[in-house]
């Protein structure tokens, strides 16, 4: 079963500035197993990227997602006020089922 | 519209039942795997187990196998997630969820609302 683990825990950060969030497989997988979703209190997730890189439907264009093999990547390109959030990678294991990183949180420095 | 519906907000005491269901609408509902994820207080996301609706085949993750009982009413088109009997640490919010897939991705396309279970004597 892959692990998967996120880093940083916590990212403190300003609007406006970039945000690189980390993704890391115990082991190899295939981009189309890899999800990116953004969680805010009290709501359900909302998909962000799917397939590793393509974004969802009415995702702005700030969010991009990359990365293949073991190491994937978020990146906020400007955070906007309605970024600051939790944000949890998801892969697929064809048993089938699904495995969360821990999250990364990002708030306002 | 796809949309997924939990049932209302529950307080039970250690040791009684429950289910909670999601009613799904908007889509063919054999066509996708459902599963449950678990989101206990101030902690993060834990996927507990996926169903096909078109044959009830269930797969459960190991935390979770013998805890709970996940199920389907293809008639009504809604899945639930059931306890017989549960445990202060049972408190959480749950989350449906349907298994997309595109041309060979994988991934959850849509989420219920959260049903907050509290366990509580």
């Known amino acids: 079963e892959i692990v998967l683990t996120q880093s940083p825990g916590t990212l403190s950060l300003s609007p406006g500035e970039r945000a690189t969030l980390s993704c890391r497989a115990s082991q190899s997988t295939y981009t189309r197993y890899l999800a990116w979703y953004q969680q805010k209190p009290g709501q359900a997730p909302t998909l962000l990227i799917y397939?590793?890189?393509t974004r969802a439907s009415g995702i702005p264009d700030r969010f991009s997602g990359s990365g293949s093999e073991t190491d994937f990547t978020l990146t906020i390109s400007r955070l906007e006020p309605e970024d600051f959030a939790v944000y949890y990678c998801l892969h697929y294991a064809s048993t089938p089922s699904f495995t969360f990183g821990p999250g990364t949180k990002v708030d306002i420095k | 519209e796809v949309q997924l519906v939990q049932s209302g907000a529950e307080v039970k005491k250690p040791g009684e039942s429950l289910r909670i269901s999601c009613k799904t609408s908007g889509y063919k509902f054999t066509n996708y795997w459902i599963g449950w994820v678990r989101q206990m207080p101030g902690k993060g996301l834990e996927w507990m187990g996926i169903i096909d609706p078109g044959d009830s085949d269930t797969r459960y993750s190991p935390s979770f196998q013998g805890q709970v009982t996940i199920s389907v009413d293809k008639s009504i088109s809604a899945a639930y997630l059931q306890w017989s009997s549960l445990r202060a640490s049972d408190t959480a919010m749950y989350f449906c969820a349907r298994r997309g897939y595109v041309a060979g991705v994988v991934f959850v396309d849509y989420w219920g609302q959260g049903t907050l279970v509290t366990v509580s004597s």
């Open positions: 397939g590793a890189s």
